[in-house]
């Protein structure tokens, strides 16, 4: 199982990690948190690294049947979308959602929430297939 869902795109991390924010929430996708790896490892350890950034999204119903399926998988929410600039091509920008199949991995055999994974993953492959 591939642990990504993922696109290239051209253009700079700051404008892709807009269009991906716009993208989630017209899929019912809401940014939860974000980080930003680049800034955050160069001020805490003095780590220069090419821009990275982390969505953190949620899409509520679908989180709500989730845990509602199983209480710990919370542990593994919410769903995370990296922007993150390719080191090996100049003004390409890498798009990767976490594979949300890859909660049926750590939790089989629980139908309710393979169907929540699966139908997530779907959303999530729709928000990188449109941009």
């Given at each position: 199982?591939q642990l990504?869902?993922?696109?290239t795109?051209?253009?700079?991390v700051?404008?892709?990690?807009?269009?991906v924010?716009t993208?989630l929430?017209?899929?019912g996708f809401?940014?939860?948190?974000?980080?930003d790896?680049?800034a955050?490892l160069k001020s805490k350890?003095g780590v220069?690294?090419?821009d990275?950034?982390?969505?953190?999204?949620c899409n509520?119903?679908?989180?709500?049947?989730?845990?509602t399926a199983?209480?710990?998988?919370?542990?593994l929410?919410p769903?995370?979308?990296v922007v993150?600039r390719?080191p090996?091509?100049?003004?390409?920008?890498?798009?990767e959602a976490m594979?949300?199949?890859?909660?049926?991995?750590?939790?089989?055999d629980?139908?309710?929430l393979?169907?929540?994974?699966?139908?997530?993953a779907g959303l999530?492959?729709?928000?990188?297939?449109?941009?």
């Amino acid at each position: 199982m591939q642990l990504a869902l993922a696109t290239t795109v051209t253009g700079d991390v700051p404008e892709v990690a807009e269009r991906v924010r716009t993208a989630l929430a017209e899929h019912g996708f809401g940014v939860l948190t974000e980080i930003d790896m680049a800034a955050t490892l160069k001020s805490k350890i003095g780590v220069d690294m090419e821009d990275y950034v982390i969505l953190g999204a949620c899409n509520p119903p679908a989180a709500h049947r989730a845990v509602t399926a199983e209480k710990q998988i919370g542990l593994l929410l919410p769903c995370n979308v990296v922007v993150r600039r390719d080191p090996t091509a100049a003004d390409t920008v890498l798009v990767e959602a976490m594979n949300p199949r890859l909660m049926t991995t750590v939790v089989p055999d629980n139908p309710g929430l393979a169907e929540v994974a699966d139908e997530v993953a779907g959303l999530l492959q729709a928000m990188i297939d449109s941009l």
